[in-house]
């Protein structure tokens, strides 16, 4: 496609439910990365898959968030059990081997 | 571990004239690569500008162009004639060279507001 995308855009989900959020990365990129953005803070690492190899989860907060990438293509983000400390933005970004990122508009998850 | 800090959360600037935007890093590495991201409304990162830690000349990008202090570990930005679109969220990034991938570790930003 013509850029990342991501879906959805705003979720809203009630405490104790899981989420899953998508994330459709630009054509033949091999490397996917999924960061979050708390309420008026800097972006955090969560995970990154490049190509076959298995994934870095280094960033992955706790075991509730886990992730895929299907095809070498689309990722999903699974948060599990959702608490309210889970609201934040999630980005997706992509990247040909490790030039360029290009991120996503991310999603907007609210935990009430 | 690296730590980026932005020690300005909010910063202006009048249309047209020029504002600098600080970022200082901690590391223990020699090479690596440093970035400028803007973030408008609509979320998504874009990049403004980026720097090689063995490069010794400042990067520049049209109006954007960065001040890099290796020795003290300072990475600044500067905006000259500030346009009205140029209002955003403005987050400083570092970059190990070594290894695959590229895992950012980001400061915590600085909302930039100009003013016509």
């Known amino acids: 496609g013509a850029g990342v995308s991501q879906s959805p855009s705003n979720k809203v989900t009630e405490k104790g439910k899981d989420v899953e959020l998508r994330c459709d990365p630009i054509?033949?990129?091999?490397?996917l990365y999924w960061y979050r953005q708390s309420l008026g803070q800097g972006l955090e690492f969560l995970i990154y898959?490049?190509?076959?190899?298995?994934?870095?989860k280094s960033g992955l907060p706790s075991d509730r968030f886990s992730a895929e990438r299907t095809g070498g293509s689309v990722s999903t983000l699974t948060i599990q059990r959702t608490q309210q400390e889970d609201s934040a933005v999630y980005l997706c970004?992509?990247?040909?081997?490790?030039?360029?990122?290009?991120f996503g508009s991310g999603t907007q998850l609210s935990v009430l | 571990a690296q730590t980026v800090t932005q020690s300005q959360p909010e910063m202006s600037v009048q249309e047209a004239e020029t504002v600098t935007l600080s970022c200082t890093y901690d590391?223990?590495?020699?090479?690596?690569?440093l970035f400028w991201y803007k973030q408008p409304p609509s979320r998504q990162m874009i990049l403004v500008i980026r720097?090689?830690?063995?490069?010794?000349q400042n990067a520049t990008e049209n109006r954007f162009s960065v001040n890099f202090q290796k020795a003290a570990k300072s990475f600044s930005l500067k905006i000259s004639d500030s346009q009205l679109g140029d209002a955003a969220m403005y987050f400083c990034?570092?970059?190990?060279?070594?290894?695959?991938?590229?895992?950012?570790?980001f400061g915590g930003g600085t909302r930039l507001m100009v003013k016509p």
């Open positions: 970004a992509s990247s040909f081997l490790s030039e360029k990122l290009f």
């Open positions: 054509s033949g990129h091999t490397a």
């Open positions: 898959f490049q190509g076959n190899s298995a994934p870095d």
């Open positions: 590391t223990s590495e020699s090479d690596y690569y």
């Open positions: 720097q090689e830690a063995y490069k010794q």
């Open positions: 990034a570092y970059r190990s060279a070594r290894g695959a991938g590229n895992m950012l570790t």
